[in-house]
């Protein structure tokens, strides 16, 4: 006991912690939430289609066609350009990870000092109050808290922490304070094993975009190699060309069907992303959480800290008892809020208001408890409590519900303070409670919320609040707030089941008298319901709604646990971000979804063709260098333009079925022209050369048209990047024309090429309005296969 209460005053010696450094007995952590530089080179040259890629250029090698390994250049471009891009991303959330990192209250020397919490050696001792998680597993040895293990055990149930009492990383504390000793660190630590385990889950949770895009690799990876194969044999063994030639149809064909930029788009446009973010005091925790905040149709809020500033204070007190003078009353409260430790805002803004009294000292303190809304103390002359007053009054509620409300009608919090003729016992109250008074509170609604809501209102999104405090309070701040149908509230209390919640989310705007377990159980109804939900909080009982919600959001200001929880933390805690952070997402997905079909035009005409040669006995038609040209001009520079442009529309439909259905007309348009050129080509016995060429020019105009099509409605600055891109693809015709095998085409050739170009662009609008009905269609379909869930789901509730 010694030995601990020495522990509780100095902590230990820096030479002491210098030791356990030396043999690392640090609190490292096991799972980094960026990779290293290693990990990013590594993961860009070591892919399987840079694979096929190698082995396409040896093969070219072999055969000395050295004219048609222009595709290599623009492969390396592509690997440095994402790997310079991601490291300087890496740094950008590095550096800013490590400002936000976890702050840790720990004993040395005999003075408290504030580390990271990656600076816990084995040993320490730490300081822990309301809202601070717990960085390692620890042993109370002085003190008493409520510690919440729900982050680990999924209960939300609140433990009482007195000395002796074991604390698990990864719990944090709801009320109190105490002093605990280090008993495991780093990877030895329970939440690490734990995190250790999940590892492998992680890196499977992606989002639909890049689900779809992986998935897409998948198949095209798989194809390419029974008809490379076949290509090869038909032109080499069937059609008896040379080796070099049937090696060069063969890699012509093959590079058409490989998305070679997707990818690397996609993760530029990501890293791009978080480093805008980061420049607006915005952190990631997960990539993912970008498109998913772009996809939310619906926006769960917490009143303090969220609507309203974090800073409270109290606007003035009423006294319940018959001749009781304000200056007693006065006194009483603030005998209660000096013996209170500071562990949550309330309770600050009390301290702060209530400096006189008269010293009475405490026998016994119950801290405040999130799940039963109230505080209370023992004294000598009797136990008093503090809290919610449909928690402290329960079946007195009535008696003063009048009074109550007309002051939470004005916007204030009201807080009842009353004498307990009962123990504490941490629990429930049972015994009566006599009022003695009432604190009222206050927060001033932030600047700028107004507009906040009222974008997402206009984007579609409807804005719920889920609070702690009385419903009417709660509405009255959301009606300042300007979020629609604020006055549509109710009482959580009144909600007994899960059927209660999953009706009321369909009816009403505010909830009040709010529990942690119910907040997460209106997000899971949401979901339940088809919705995309997001989740704003900044305290310890958000976390459970936070984990639950499929994006999170975190204020700064807040707990550690919940920024620790969050998927995205705003550092200022200025949640008039928000609506750029949902910018920045629909920017990267609506870009990436319409540039992605580029990419697709080219794979879809390129199978189809290959395909057709097969079939055909026909050689492929075009030259490795000459996809390199159509691809350089109509996918890659323009991709890379078109993805980093403002885009803020609402995001609509599943991302690979949009893909298709812009992709597939001029694919399919592509293959059209290119198989009647073919086809009359062959009748009029043209050669291969000026074949080449013609389809070259074909697929490149159409390239151009599909351009046009997916950057409507075109703007000047438009304009401008086709007309420079059409430029840059003719200098390369007329210039430069022998590193791409473009050679002069005779007069029968450009007939029939000139009589193919005039049917591209109807056959292409016609496409495209066939797809574009098709996709209306999916999209009708789908929201009614939406209502009929929600209605087979509430029958099943």
Known sequence: MEVMEELAVKGLTQEEVTLREKNHLTNVNVTANTRTVGQIIKENTLTYFNMIFAIFAVLLIITGSFKDMTFLPVILANMAIGIIQEIHSKRVLDKLTLLNAPKVTVLRDGKEKEISSEEVVMDDVIVLTSGRQIPADAKVLSGKIQANESLLT???????????????????????????????????????????????EKKGEQSEMIRSIDKLLLVLGIIIIPIGIALFVQSYVINGGTFQSSIQSMVAALIGMIPEGLYLLTSVSLAVSAVRLAQKEVLLHNMKSIETLARVDVLCV???????????????????????????????????????????DTMKAMQQYFRTGTGKAAKKIQSFSSKYKYSGIEFEDGTYVFGAPEFVLREDYATYKKEIEAEAAKGYRVLVYGKYQGTLDGEALKGKVIPRGIVLLENPVREGAKKTFKYFEAQGVKTMVISGDNPLTVSETAKKAGITDADNFIDARSLQSKKDIYEAVQKYTVFGRVVPEQKKLIVKALQAQGHTVAMTGDGVNDILALREADCSVALGSGSDAASHVAQLVLLDSDFTRMPSVVAEGRRVVNNIQRTAALYLVKNIFSLLLSVFSVIMFLDYPLEPSQVTLISLFTIGLPSLILALEPNHERIKGHFMTNVLLKALPAGLTDFGVVFGLIIFCREFNVDTECLSTSVTILVAVVGFMIIYVITKPMQKHHWVMLGCLFGGWLFCMIFISHWFAITRINLQCAMLMVLFLLTTEPILRYLTKLFNWILDRIQKRSDAKRSNMNRINMERT
């Open 154 to 200: 999924g209960e939300s149930d609140e433990i009482e922490k007195n000395p002796g009492d074991s604390l698990f990383s990864g719990s944090y504390v709801v009320s109190g304070k105490c002093y605990a000793q280090i008993v495991a660190v780093g990877k030895e630590s329970y939440i690490s094993k734990l995190m250790l385990q999940a590892t492998q």
């Open 302 to 344: 917490d009143k303090t800290g969220t609507i309203t500033e974090p800073v409270m204070k109290v606007a003035g007190m009423k006294t319940a008892v018959q001749g009781m003078s304000a200056e007693a009353m006065k006194n009483e409260l603030s005998d209660f809020v000096r013996n209170m430790t500071k562990d949550n």
